[in-house]
């Protein structure tokens, strides 16, 4: 599985923006997938998740109620809503996928086998 994510842009705060993540091969439906970013001297960190139904979706708690994640298996794309973005959501964001499966961790960045580029996403106050 090959990702692309795109959409990263500068923003002023309380902005939104939307990523996506384009994905090759036929069975992209089976995977889960994972939007993690990282700041500039900080470690990568889990952002949201999606089951490869798209029925369990996870956040984490900095994230809840601003960005939604989401995904069209037709389209091989997964996506990442981000509303009233704050200045701290500025950092390089990544998608990551896994095959699924009843013990995937979706949290977890290194559950994840496949990788994105990154796309950059700036906040400015």
């Known amino acids: 599985v090959q990702l692309q994510a795109s959409g990263g842009g500068l923003v002023q705060a309380g902005g939104s923006l939307r990523l996506s993540c384009a994905a090759s091969?036929?069975?992209?439906?089976?995977?889960?997938v994972g939007w993690f970013r990282q700041a500039p001297g900080k470690d990568r960190e889990f952002v949201a998740a999606i089951r490869w139904r798209g029925l369990s979706k996870y956040y984490a708690d900095s994230v809840k109620g601003r960005f939604t994640i989401s995904r069209d298996n037709a389209k091989n794309t997964v996506y990442l809503q981000m509303n009233s973005l704050k200045p701290e959501d500025t950092a390089v964001y990544y998608c990551?996928?896994?095959?699924?499966?009843?013990?995937?961790?979706?949290?977890?960045?290194?559950?994840?086998?496949?990788w994105g580029q990154g796309t950059l996403v700036t906040v400015s106050s």
């Open positions: 091969g036929r069975t992209f439906s089976s995977y889960a």
């Open positions: 990551a996928a896994v095959r699924d499966s009843r013990g995937t961790d979706s949290y977890s960045v290194h559950e994840y086998d496949y």
